[in-house]
């Protein structure tokens, strides 16, 4: 059947089973926009108050739910406002497809009103790009993209399509999912499977590990994203029980491996326990999954994991010996390499290395007597009153770290944060994809002053919609991160680093039409976070609770760049 481009795109978003996308309209998507009007039977379209917003609600959606997101924006500066999301899901591997369109094709290259070389902006920050200039090429590109998209490692992909193809009209043949190989510029790529070994790559390569492993007195095993984007941290947990060894996790492994398991020994890297550091220090065969050795892990990679051999287990070959050299790698799918290693172990006992490893604390200890409430008070006053199973979204600072050091996450998708880019004002955006994705769970934004200023506009969002979201806002009045670094590395002088200016964040939540309350002690977060989870349940009412903390906390242990995994500052 005859169908216009616009309405092809939404024939297309079905054949993938998309059932919501987010966005932002323009003058150049307004086609777009008319076809969404005809088709909200069947596509929700979620309205942010920016595209910077709609970008990271995306990425969270499928962070949280193992889809691929939707993203949509209009030519120029909605293109460009969408990057830093594009970048934030390109460097952790989140699967999400934007959609833009640019102006017309008698308008390229003229300097025309908003128009931008989408392609060339975004190049370096996806998985793949297109320009959309001929109408017949639209559907196969689509299939593609998402194809692209969800395969492999996971990543985001642009497509920008020309306005004039939004309206002209072309032939569209409905076409299975499980066909789509067939179609677009990556058929070879979208033939590979996806949850095998690559052909190329022997199943000795899992033997060897095998005999690596049972020549070890000393095994560490490090988590990584890989394994949450995986979904293999059932494989996961058979491994390392098998194996009898502590597991560190990584900033993005969060819920790949549970957080409360005995074997677990905490974040490793630049803020990771001591029990992490100097269980990676002191092994003699360091097992990475899903992990790519980045510098805040690292550290010092001369220093790093330096008694031991070094195995890692990556989908993405380019990630192989970028960062440390390995003594032994496998090239494939975490889930399924695991699955083939865990028929070939057999249980192993290291008894005496645990109990050296968890000689040290796996969390960081803090004086709780004062009168001030401390980041670790706030943790546990949440685990105490929220269900375990809550979703936490977090923006970039030292209340990403104190989430991460002290939640325990146990499944994947239930930590959201921008780990490898950093994009502070991405934990409210994720917070909505994460609830509309999953509408019986509770999801907690926690976020600080600093970040929380630079999208709280998306509380519009979350009130229009009805997203029940909790959000927990550390706040020391300053910008807490680079203000500890100023403390511990630059004499005190705390340049451009004091927020002691507005808002009042009780009254910006309620000017939105969302419940805020400010607390300064563990009784009144404890009474605020019981009254917030019944509005949740009851009214599907969110709420902003202010969270008073001392500016002169301080996020630790910290090592310092460039030193050795185990230099540590405690105090």
């Known amino acids: 059947m005859k169908l216009k481009g616009s309405d092809i795109m939404m024939e297309c978003l079905l054949e993938q089973g998309v059932d919501t996308v987010f966005g932002y309209p323009g003058g150049t998507v307004i086609n777009l926009y008319d076809s969404l009007y005809k088709y909200s ?27 691929v997101g939707v993203c949509i924006a209009t030519s120029g500066p909605g293109a460009t406002n969408l990057t830093t999301g594009i970048a934030t899901a390109f460097m952790d591997s989140s699967p999400v497809v934007f959609f833009s369109c640019n102006v017309g094709e008698a308008y390229i290259g003229k300097d025309s009103f908003q128009e931008c070389d989408t392609v060339g902006v975004t190049m370096p920050i996806t998985k793949c790009n297109y320009l959309v200039t001929d109408i017949n090429d639209l559907a196969s590109i689509i299939r593609a993209a998402f194809a692209m998209a969800r395969s492999g490692r996971p990543g985001p992909v642009v497509i920008d399509i020309l306005t004039d193809i939004t309206k002209a009209e072309a032939e569209y043949e409905y076409i299975p999912l499980e066909e789509h190989y067939k179609y677009g510029k990556l058929a070879t790529l979208m033939k590979r499977p996806t949850h095998n070994l ?33 979904r293999a941290h059932e494989e996961l947990k058979t491994f390392a029980h098998l194996v009898d060894s502590p597991v560190a996790i990584t900033v993005m492994g969060g819920g790949g491996f549970n957080g409360r398991d005995p074997l677990t020994t905490g974040m490793i890297g630049m803020h990771g326990s001591q029990a992490s550091n100097m269980g990676i220090d002191s092994c003699d065969l360091l097992i990475a999954i899903g992990c790519r050795f980045a510098e805040r892990v690292t550290l010092d990679v001369s220093q790093f994991a330096r008694n031991a051999k070094i195995v890692q287990i990556d989908i993405d070959r380019s990630e192989i010996d970028k960062n440390v050299k390995t003594d032994h790698h496998i090239i494939g799918d975490c889930k399924r390499v695991l699955e083939i290693i865990n028929r070939k172990l057999e249980q192993q006992d290291h008894s005496k290395w645990k109990e050296y490893v968890f000689s040290f604390p796996t969390e960081t200890r803090y004086e709780e007597d004062g009168e001030t409430l401390t ?3 706030i943790s546990d006053v949440a685990s105490e009153i929220l269900p375990q199973d809550t979703i936490v979204a977090t923006d970039v600072g030292q209340h990403q770290m104190w989430a991460i050091q002290h939640f325990h996450y146990s499944y994947p998708g239930q930590l959201l944060t921008s780990g490898g880019f950093g994009a502070m004002g991405f934990g409210l955006g994720a917070a909505i994809g994460a609830q509309i994705g999953n509408p019986d769970k509770v999801v907690l934004h926690i976020t600080g002053d600093g970040s929380f200023r630079m999208n709280c506009n998306e509380l519009c969002t979350e009130e229009y919609y009805k997203l029940p979201i909790i959000t927990l806002l550390y706040n020391n009045s300053a910008l807490g991160m680079v203000r500890q670094w100023q403390t511990l590395m630059y004499d005190k002088r705390y340049s451009q680093t004091t927020l002691d200016r507005g808002p009042d964040f009780v009254k910006l939540a309620e000017a939105y039409g969302v419940s805020g309350i400010r607390v300064s002690t563990k009784e009144e977060l404890r009474l605020a976070l019981t009254a917030a989870l019944k509005d949740v349940r009851e009214n599907n009412k969110g709420c902003v609770i202010d969270c008073a903390i001392h500016a002169n906390e301080l996020v630790r242990p910290m090592v310092p760049g460039g030193r050795s995994i185990t230099s540590f500052i405690v105090d």
Do not use: F, W
């Open 198 to 230: 690559k052909p190329h790559e022997p199943e000795g390569d899992i033997d060897k590990l095998v005999e690596m492993i049972n020549e070890s007195k000393k095994p560490m095993i490090i988590c990584g994203g890989g394994v949450v984007r995986a």
């Open 41 to 67: 039977d069947r596509i929700n379209h979620i309205l942010t108050a920016h595209e910077q917003g709609a970008s990271h609600a995306a990425d969270g959606y499928a962070r949280s739910t193992g889809k």
């Open 375 to 377: 980041p670790k008070q």
